[in-house]
């Protein structure tokens, strides 16, 4: 039974016609409320019942029926949120007034939950179940139609979802939760008046894509909205970088495009021009090393991923990479040095594990790459280089 099959809708007596307290009451007595009903004393008295409008209840998961016994406030306010959540549980013949009746109906009675719904939402994007925090994001929207700050939760909750898809290998999906972020981002920034924060958030968010144009125009932005010292000396000191670096040069962003969409020697040539104007910008020799690996040039790539190193871009994406031109060349004890410094700086990091455990494979030390791939697949048990890996043990 999906969600929009659990939702009942109930009439109201005339009798409570106007009284909040009524039911807030009831509920205080006989639907084990928390006691905290002085809280709501003046959201209701600004909210008044309408009988004419019915009552949307969810019913709890595996129930058909409604017990009348059973109803609880949360039952009530499960219905509405998920009412104004989504059109897929609406009846036709609800409008938008009765759906802004069903927002104000919430919040007379749990004035708290933006606070109380934002705060679980993070946490459970923190403890990595993104679905449930993004749910939780969903009845906010519904709740507070285009709030930025519960956007810009949205947008920060889908990046670490992506982030945790790409550490684990996952780089489909974690394109799609990329995406979404990025839409999510662009009606943000669109919004009037602008959320300050937006802009710094958004301006990391296209840091990470390698877009460092958009990034740049979100700091600047930033610098002239807010209000904050010391974050607008940070986003400053980012714009003067990306401009003394040139990194939000077109054909920079052109041959990084190329690289991850496939036409790694379309992206090689690209890349090429850039250095030969910049050569000492190690995120150009980033994609360099990174287009000649997926060609299967090792040695040459195994060059530019250290002259990256050497010029600054010393994290664990390099030494990944690094190490992968190296196994290939049978350099293994070197290889397995990169991937120890990767994996010191990413202990979580899904593809860096997997490599350790390709590279002991390699070596004929099958117990330790097992070992890896297990670690691997307790952190993501769908991992296809560790499940394969394993099997072909």
């Not at 979100?218 to 980012?238: G, M």
């Not at 990306?242 to 496939?262: C, P, Q, S």
């Not at 871009?313 to 004890?333: H, P, S």
């Not at 350790?356 to 494979?361: D, E, Y």
Request: hydrophobic share 40%.
């Amino acid at each position: 039974m999906n969600a929009s099959n659990r939702i009942v809708f109930l009439s109201v007596p005339e009798s409570l016609r106007g009284r909040i307290e009524a039911l807030t009451g009831r509920s205080h007595e006989e639907c084990g409320h928390d006691g905290d009903h002085h809280h709501h004393e003046g959201e209701a008295a600004d909210f008044s019942i309408d009988p004419s409008i019915p009552i949307p209840v969810e019913l709890p998961p595996g129930e058909t029926a409604l017990d009348m016994e059973d109803l609880s406030w949360e039952m009530i306010l499960a219905g509405m949120i998920r009412v104004a959540a989504s059109s897929a549980a609406r009846p036709a013949e609800l409008d938008d007034e009765d759906i802004d009746y069903y927002r104000r109906f919430v919040l007379a009675v749990r004035p708290d939950i933006l606070a109380e719904f934002t705060e679980a939402a993070i946490l459970k994007a923190h403890n990595g179940d993104y679905n449930l925090a993004l749910e939780i994001i969903t009845a906010l929207e519904g709740l507070f139609p285009y709030a930025p700050e519960v956007l810009l939760n949205r947008a920060v909750i889908l990046e670490n979802q992506a982030e945790a898809l790409e550490q684990a290998g996952r780089e489909q999906e974690a394109e799609v939760q990329n995406t979404q972020a990025g839409e999510t981002y662009r009606e943000l920034l669109a919004q009037v008046p602008p959320l300050p924060d937006a802009f710094f958030n958004a301006g990391f968010f296209y840091m990470k894509r390698r877009r460092f144009d958009k990034a740049g125009e979100c700091f600047s932005a930033y610098i002239s909205l807010s209000d904050d010292p010391e974050k607008k000396s940070r986003a400053a000191a980012i714009v003067r970088e990306i401009g003394r670096r040139g990194l939000d040069d077109e054909i920079l962003r052109e041959a990084y495009d190329f690289v991850r969409g496939g036409d790694a020697e379309l992206g090689l040539l690209k890349i090429r021009d850039f250095l030969q104007r910049r050569s000492d910008v190690w995120n150009g020799w980033f994609i360099l090393g990174w287009a000649l690996r997926k060609l299967g040039r090792w040695q040459d790539g195994e060059a530019a991923f250290r002259k990256t190193i050497e010029l600054g871009g010393d994290n664990g994406d390099t030494r990944n990479e690094l190490a992968i031109c190296l196994m290939e060349q049978q350099n293994y004890a070197a290889a397995r040095k990169e991937l120890e410094a990767a994996l010191r700086e990413e202990p979580e990091n899904v593809k860096i594990i997997s490599n350790l455990g390709v590279l002991a494979a390699k070596k004929g030390d099958t117990d330790e790459a097992a070992a890896f791939f297990r670690t691997v697949l307790e952190l993501e048990p769908e991992d296809p280089i560790a499940l394969q890996g394993l099997a072909s043990l």
